[in-house]
């Protein structure tokens, strides 16, 4: 069964300092996507960044890049230079096969990124 | 440009009593339509999705139901609450061909007293 880990509940991070949030994976698909979400306190999901399993380079968007590590099934959101406004709720989600034409995502259980002046 | 609406945002019932949730996309047709929950502090849990009018498939057997009335409107149900329904339902659209970025409505806080 496919499945999202996320080992770290809350990461805490200095203004204008870089952060990596760890995300595993488990499928036996050959193909497959990865997402980031943000959920601020408001309770919102936004996208942040896709990676799909036959990009063979990492995606960035911005301030976030993601560190897609096939082998290890590891895909790690960082965010470089974070401000104040990247406190919330950070979620690592897979799209499930077979999808049928469908963006069905399985989701982890998030980590709760806290930053500081 | 894609809008994605959800009502009511904020909602307080007694347990045993019915439910509706509403979702509406603008801006796009024939999307496919998701409703996810979240409880406290966990990660979110798909519920129903939909490919077409009239087309619902569940995820997990509950005590919830979805209607998909018109193209671009997503409705989630219940005919009596229970105390365990209460969490953060949030609903979601996207293109209608899969390989799509899901994108999510504001969501509706429901508490079940």
């Known amino acids: 069964a496919q499945k999202i880990t996320q080992t770290q509940p809350g990461m805490f991070v200095q203004e204008k300092e870089a952060v990596t949030l760890d995300c595993t994976y488990d499928?036996?698909?050959?193909?497959?996507?990865l997402f980031w979400y943000k959920q601020p306190s408001s309770g919102e999901m936004i996208f942040l960044i896709y990676?799909?399993?036959?990009?063979?380079q990492n995606a960035t968007e911005g301030r976030y890049s993601l560190n897609f590590q096939k082998a290890r099934k590891s895909a790690n959101l960082v965010i470089s230079a974070s401000q104040l406004g990247d406190s919330a709720m950070y979620f690592c989600?897979?799209?499930?096969?077979?999808?049928?034409?469908?963006?069905?995502?399985?989701f982890g259980t998030g980590t709760r990124l806290q930053v500081f002046p | 440009s894609q809008t994605i609406h959800q009502w009511p945002a904020t909602l307080v019932q007694p347990v045993g009593s019915p439910l509706s949730l509403e979702c509406t996309v603008e801006?796009?047709?024939?999307?496919?339509l998701y409703w996810y929950r979240q409880a406290a502090g966990r990660g979110l849990q798909l519920l129903f999705y939909?490919?077409?009018?009239?087309?619902i498939s569940s995820e997990v057997p509950q005590n919830l139901s979805a209607s998909r009335p018109q193209d671009r409107q997503f409705i989630l149900s219940s005919k009596k609450l229970l105390l365990s329904d209460s969490g953060f339902y949030l609903c979601?659209?996207?293109?209608?061909?899969?390989?799509?970025?899901?994108?999510f409505g504001a969501g509706s806080r429901l508490t079940v007293l």
């Open positions: 979601a659209w996207s293109g209608p061909s899969g390989a799509n970025v899901l994108t």
């Open positions: 499928t036996s698909d050959q193909s497959y996507g």
């Open positions: 990676q799909g399993s036959y990009d063979e």
């Open positions: 989600a897979m799209r499930e096969a077979p999808s049928y034409n469908t963006d069905k995502l399985i």
């Open positions: 801006g796009t047709s024939n999307p496919n």
């Open positions: 939909s490919v077409g009018i009239g087309q």
